[in-house]
């Protein structure tokens, strides 16, 4: 803060007058001091200081209570700037609660969460380790189930696994290469070959004997392709002593069952074996 000039004498604390000379004077300037500042060149009422923001000198009162920060056009700048800026504040709605959010158009990106709901969001996050690696997993709570396995542990178990194709049938199917005894068939094939087995099983005990059957079932397939009522197999199951029992096989049933003994001809060929459970 700096004192003010007398503006009366001009900081000069003098004053000066011209007087018409007299036979008792003679003419000339008159000095006496400064009745403004007493003689000072100072105005006691007053103080000066720079502007802030330009460098301006700021003439205010010396009983102020806070002195000007600002000169008059500078003030005019920064209110100008502060309407600008609160112009660009606009008002949304939060998401998940519906509160309002204030945000500014010079942001790149439009807030749709606001700041509480984001904490809640935050607050549902929690670590875990990974029981192969132990390293750390991020998981939400909000997740029906809290993940054992970090994603490169999870990457390299995939990786194990390979796509083969089905002996069979050709089929795409995968295994593992840890796997020490890699399946050849399909989940599908393997099926039909238990339900084969069991199949087999089933007309064994249908056809019980004495004999053990020979371990080829069935020995041939026919396929009548008349139309779809009457398509039948053509059955055929051999025991160790000779005989061999035929049928048809129907989704509608079995039928035309049949006996025949290999090596014998005549009448004989075809009568059933003694201990024979179906004639």
Known sequence: MGYVNCRSCNGSGI???????N?????????FPCKACNGTGINQNLYSKSCEKCGAEIVYPRDASYPPKYCKPCKQT????????????????????????????????????????????????????????????????DWGRVPET??????KEKAKWKSVRCKWCNSEFKVNSEW???????????????????????????FRRNHDPIDKLPTQVIWNRHDS????????MKYSDGYRVSWEATKYGDFAFHWTRDGVY??????????ATVR
């Open 180 to 206: 020490k005894n890699k399946p050849e068939l399909c989940k599908k094939c393997q099926q039909k070959i238990k339900d084969g087995q069991e199949e087999k099983a089933t007309i064994w005990r249908r």
């Open 78 to 141: 920064i209110q100008r700037e502060k309407e600008q800026k609160a112009a660009k504040w606009k008002e949304t709605r939060c998401k998940v609660c519906n509160s309002v959010i204030k945000y500014n158009t010079d942001w790149n990106k439009i807030p749709d969460t606001c700041k509480p709901c984001i904490e809640k969001e935050r607050a549902k996050w929690k670590t875990t380790n990974c029981k192969t690696c132990g390293a750390t997993i991020k998981y939400n709570t």
């Open 229 to 236: 009522a009457d398509t039948s197999h053509h059955m055929t």
């Open 15 to 21: 004053k000066s007058v011209w007087r018409d000379g």
């Open 23 to 31: 036979r008792f004077q003679p003419a000339g300037f008159k000095t």
């Open 150 to 155: 970090c994603k490169p542990c999870i990457e």
């Open 266 to 275: 005549g009448p004989e060929r075809h009568e059933p074996p003694e201990d």
